[in-house]
């Protein structure tokens, strides 16, 4: 019944901004963290950031740090991953994810979204 849903995902040159989101639905996510994790090809998948589904802070790996944010809409039940000045190594499938502080694991996840930047 629980379900995140990316999408937003596609092709992009380097230099170029995407805007990816995440659709949840199935249960009130009040006291969770939402997470963006991607996976580049051959590699294991990597966290990339996170949002309070109540609260302001949000926290990035220093990868993206600058580039990336994450926002929410409450309203809506979606949260969202701008990225701006892609590079070609942000070349991965994008997931988002739930979890209940403090986590252990993520309890939800998404099916995923491809992104792939050229150079």
């Known amino acids: 019944q629980v379900q995140l849903v990316e999408s937003g995902g596609g092709l992009v040159q380097a230099g170029g901004s995407l805007r990816l989101s995440c659709a949840a639905s199935?249960?009130?996510?009040?006291?969770?963290?939402m997470a963006w994790f991607r996976q580049p090809p051959g590699k294991e998948r990597e966290f990339v950031g996170s949002?309070?589904?109540?609260?302001?802070?949000?926290y990035y790996v220093d990868s993206v740090k600058g580039r990336f944010t994450i926002s929410r809409d409450n309203a809506e039940n979606t949260v969202y991953l701008q990225m701006n000045s892609l590079k070609p190594e942000d070349t991965a499938v994008y997931y988002c994810a739930a979890g209940r502080p403090p986590i252990l694991s993520y309890e939800y996840w998404g099916q995923g979204t491809q992104v792939t930047v050229s150079s």
């Open positions: 949002i309070r589904w109540s609260g302001d802070s949000t």
């Open positions: 199935g249960r009130t996510f009040s006291g969770y963290l």
